[in-house]
């Protein structure tokens, strides 16, 4: 509440946790700072929680925005955030934007030992509403068992998209990782 860096720099997010001792079905601990992994169920009864954000900007224009979030469970270690610089310049009648990011997500399961790792990256020049030309790049890498990696490259140059992918590895199943305490 009220928290600054350095004493200019908004602080905000919210963090949780939660322990049950005993014995069966959602005996252990959640605890989050900032949330968890979009490929992670939440804990029945853990509140959605906001991301720990910083603005590194004073104002709008340009806008500097950093977030995290790291959690833990009995069976997962998870970690990640982005990065997002917007800035804009008005000429005659139109705003250009300029806009950059990249994030990032990882998930570690211990038992069986799983391992999900994503990241975006993007550059991207706007006027107005239209896209004028942009690049965004995006990697999954997955395993052990199987090991599995994905990319994509998405080039826009005046409204026409080029796009490039690749896949490597057996085909994995969809992990979605769940726990109740």
Known sequence: VDSRLAGKFVLTGAAAMRMHFGRGPGTGFAIAVGGFNPRFAAPLGMPKLARVAINLSSGDNPRLVCEAYIALTPNTVQFG???ELIASVKVLLTTYTAEG???INLLLVLKP???LARATAGVSISAGDREL???QLTARLEGPQPWYATGTAVFNFFGLDVD???AIGGQP???MIGLSV
């Open 164 to 166: 490039f992918g690749f």
């Open 101 to 103: 990011w990249f994030t």
């Open 133 to 135: 030309f942009g690049v």
């Open 81 to 83: 955030g982005a990065f």
């Open 113 to 115: 030992l799983k391992f």
């Open 173 to 175: 199943g969809t992990l």
